[in-house]
Nanobody, 129 residues
Framework: VQLQASGGGLVQAGGSLRLSCEPS???????????VGWFRQAPGKEREFVAG????????SYADSVKGRFTISTDASKSTVNLQMNRLNPEDTAVYYCAATARGPYNSVMKRLLDYQYWGQGTQVTVSS
């Protein structure tokens, strides 16, 4: 199982970026029954939860630092999970990772790193002041 994160880049404070996460492999073409989460890791800091979606897609959760600015979403086929990031500020600068798991309650968002089975390679987001 592999995950491919994309969409990172350099943006000025106040700007927006849209990250995407796609599964890859012959047997993993959609997220289907997987919970998906976005995490980030800034230099010198631990990886932290940013946003997540339950396996059912009905439950969403956000870190307090991004509430009202970031939105996690997916399409009907759940072939891609996106993270729309608005009103970015320099504190959002980090490598962003998507993760997926088939474990856990169907309607719960997983927020811990150890909850996730699969991880993408990360995409760099840099916000200039």
């Amino acid at each position: 199982v592999q995950l491919q994160a994309s969409g990172g880049g350099l943006v000025q404070a106040g700007g927006s970026l849209r990250l995407s996460c796609e599964p890859s492999g012959l047997t993993f073409r959609t997220f289907g029954d997987y919970a998906v989460g976005w995490f980030r890791q800034a230099p010198g800091k631990e990886r932290e939860f940013v946003a997540g979606m339950s396996r059912s897609t009905r439950a969403l959760s956000y870190a307090d630092s991004v509430k009202g600015r970031f939105t996690i979403s997916t399409d009907a086929s759940k072939s891609t999970v996106n993270l729309q990031m608005n009103r970015l500020n320099p504190e959002d600068t980090a490598v962003y990772y998507c993760a997926a798991t088939a474990r856990g309650p169907y309607n719960s968002v997983m927020k811990r790193l150890l909850d996730y089975q699969y991880w993408g390679q990360g995409t760099q987001v840099t916000v200039s002041s």
